[in-house]
């Protein structure tokens, strides 16, 4: 089972309904969520936490906040770079953000991740159709 789960926000549309969803998700079946923002000069650092904690309001206990700058400008790298460093063992994505510049079905950062990821991705479509509360998660394992 999934134990951190890890969210990067950009504060599009898309990537807060993937916050939500893993809120939604931590509440249903547990485990820690981490959200993250990569810094790209459009808010401050300070306004970035506070937003976050905002949405981390929605979680079944309180999320590991993380704000950080890009590594070299690759806003993938460093999304990787922390999921490493935070022993992610899930990725939830928002499947476009601000970052899209025409991509096709996958918003550009969400392309990279999904390609150069190590660990399994979850996708969020900015119409999600809202999980129900009675909603049960079935996990697959090997016979033995």
Known sequence: MFRRLLVPVDFSACSLQAARHACAMTR??????????VLDGRVTAEQAGGQLALLGNEARHP??????????????LTILDVAHSE?????ILGTHGRNDLGSGVLGQVAH?????????????????RALAPHARWLVSTPEP
């Open 112 to 128: 990279r991740l999904v390609l150069a990821a190590d660990l399994p991705v979850h996708l969020v479509p900015e119409r999600l």
């Open 28 to 37: 249903m079946v547990g485990g820690s969520l981490i959200l993250l923002h």
């Open 87 to 91: 022993r992610a063992d899930l990725l």
């Open 63 to 76: 999320p590991q906040l993380r704000v950080v700058p890009s590594v070299a400008s690759d806003v993938a």
